[in-house]
C-alpha cells in the first residue's frame, strides 16, 4: 500500500513537471523556411511548400513599413536567418532575426543612426491577442505558440518578412 502510494506521488509529480516545462520536442518533418505576412499577421512554418504551421501574431509599435532605425517600432522586411535561441527570454523563449544585415546598417549610418537589433519571434508577458501592437520590432506569439516554434525551427532557418 505504501509502495502504491509512493509510486503514485511520484508519477503525479513526473507528469506535473513534463506538462510545465516550457521545452517541448519535436519530430515532424523539418522547418525549411518561415515566411511572414506582417499585414494579415501570419507567420508559417514551411517544409519546403508544405505548411506546417500557421500562426497569429502582433507586432511592433509602428507596424507598417520596413524598420529603418533603432526605436521606430517597426518590424524589418525582407529576407533573414533565424540566428540564435534564446531560452532565458524576457518573453519566455525566443528564437532571433538576423536583423541588421549589411543593407540595413548602411541605411542607417547613411541618416548617421543606429539600424537597432535584438529583433525577435518570442512569447508574451500579456495575453494581448487583439489590434493593439506593442512591441519594439519583434513578432509576438503565446506562449505555447513560441514554445513549438522553439522546438520546430532550427538556428540556420531562412525568414522572409513580407509587408
Known amino acids: 500500500m505504501i509502495n502504491r502510494r509512493i509510486f503514485l506521488a ?4 513526473a507528469a506535473l513537471s513534463a506538462c510545465s516545462s ?3 520536442s519535436y519530430d515532424g518533418p523539418r522547418v525549411t523556411s518561415i515566411v511572414v505576412y506582417k499585414e494579415r499577421r501570419k507567420l508559417y512554418l ?13 507586432l511592433g509599435f509602428a507596424p507598417v513599413g520596413h524598420k529603418k532605425v533603432e526605436g521606430d517600432g517597426r518590424t ?10 534564446n531560452p532565458n527570454s ?12 549589411e ?3 548602411a541605411a542607417a549610418a547613411a541618416l548617421g543612426l543606429s539600424p537597432g537589433g535584438d529583433i525577435f519571434i518570442h512569447g508574451t508577458p500579456r495575453l494581448n ?13 503565446t ?5 513549438d516554434i522553439y522546438a520546430m525551427v532550427d538556428v540556420g532557418t531562412p525568414i522572409l518578412i513580407y509587408p
Not at 10 to 13: D, P
Open 76 to 85: 524589418p522586411e525582407g529576407a533573414y536567418v533565424i540566428d540564435r535561441k
Open 90 to 101: 524576457s518573453f519566455h523563449l525566443s528564437v532571433g532575426i538576423s536583423y541588421p544585415n
Open 46 to 58: 514551411l517544409h519546403e511548400n508544405q505548411v506546417l504551421r500557421e500562426f497569429d501574431f502582433e
Open 10 to 13: 511520484g508519477a503525479a509529480m
Open 103 to 105: 543593407a540595413d546598417r
Open 143 to 147: 506562449n505555447r505558440e513560441i514554445e
Open 129 to 141: 491577442r487583439g489590434d493593439d501592437d506593442w512591441t519594439a520590432g519583434c513578432i509576438a506569439v
Open 22 to 24: 516550457k521545452f517541448r
